[in-house]
């Protein structure tokens, strides 16, 4: 059974970095490596919307709101990929999620919260 644990949300001012952190278990280490791995976050009353994704080949890409403060990571020994964000907006506020496409199949995890407020 695939499972994708989130954490590393919270509360940060204005300009300040969280490190978000998406563990998955229920697969090997090859399959992991092998997946796409991605971050998208819903807001309250909007859309849940991509952040970023990384591909087997570990190339990411991102979305334009971004413009080059996020950076997503995949280590294939921990099965974890997480996301550094830096000079975070309170735009950026939202429940961030992971995503795994594994095997032809979709798996979201819980989500974990992140707040930015002064």
């Known amino acids: 059974q695939v499972q994708l644990v989130e954490s590393g949300g919270g509360l940060v001012q204005p300009g300040g970095s969280l490190r978000l952190s998406c563990a998955v278990s229920g697969i090997t280490g090859i399959i992991f490596r092998r997946s796409a791995m991605g971050w998208y976050r819903q807001a309250p009353g909007k859309q849940r919307e991509m952040v970023a994704t990384?591909?087997?080949?570990?190339?990411?890409n991102y979305a334009d709101f971004v413009q080059g403060r996020f950076a997503i990571s995949k280590d294939n020994a921990k099965k974890t990929v997480d996301l550094q964000m830096n000079s975070l907006k309170p735009d950026d506020a939202a429940v961030y999620y992971c995503d795994a496409q594994i095997g032809g199949n979709g798996y979201w995890g819980q989500g974990t919260q992140v707040t930015v407020s002064s």
């Open positions: 990384i591909a087997s080949s570990s190339m990411g």
